[in-house]
């Protein structure tokens, strides 16, 4: 995995406010969407931890051309106990904050596993710019977020759903990353 490193503060700014302009027309059109269909759902890594599905937030567009899967993860500072209920909650006033970002598709939200790492899992149309809106996110994470704990990965040419049905798809053949974060292994 290349190093990763968030945009420079200004540039992220531009890029959230833009993003932030863009949902409001999106919450006016009425193609933001908080299906239920994954709430509940179990989420396996290859690192051993799992996450459950919270909330789902999904844009009405056009089929991706250019598919792929972004998972981010954070541990939040200073959240424990019922502090992560509370996160839970709070976090759907975020919503502005991702979905008018361009190629956006859809997100499931994973509550914090057994070590407090939340993760996002993303659809996005085109892997470039799933990582200038991880790279922008990162600028606001980490102002709630213990340091060191923002990542990223992005699996090209891959559709969240076929991920969700078969996460073998995502490396075939036996994977060099075994025990990373970011590599979902099961669903149920």
Known sequence: MTVQH????VVALAAVCRCVASTMRLLAQ????????????WLR???????RVYRETVVDRPTPADPCVLVVAFRLRGVHG?????????????????????????????AHD??????????????EPAEAYARALWRVLELVSVR???????????????????PHLQDPVQPANQGAWWRMVGAS
């Open 148 to 166: 060191g704990s923002i990542h990223y990965h992005v699996v090209p040419d891959m559709r969240r759903d076929e991920l969700l049905r078969d």
């Open 30 to 41: 009425r193609r933001v969407h908080q299906p239920r269909k994954y709430v509940g759902r």
């Open 82 to 110: 019922r502090g992560h209920a509370v996160f839970r909650w709070v976090s759907w006033f975020n919503t502005p904050l991702f979905v008018g970002f361009p190629g956006f598709v859809s997100k499931l939200w994973l």
């Open 45 to 51: 890594f290859a690192d051993g931890t799992r996450g």
């Open 114 to 127: 057994d070590v407090g790492t939340y993760r996002g899992l993303y659809e996005w149309d085109g892997a």
């Open 6 to 9: 968030p945009l420079p503060r």
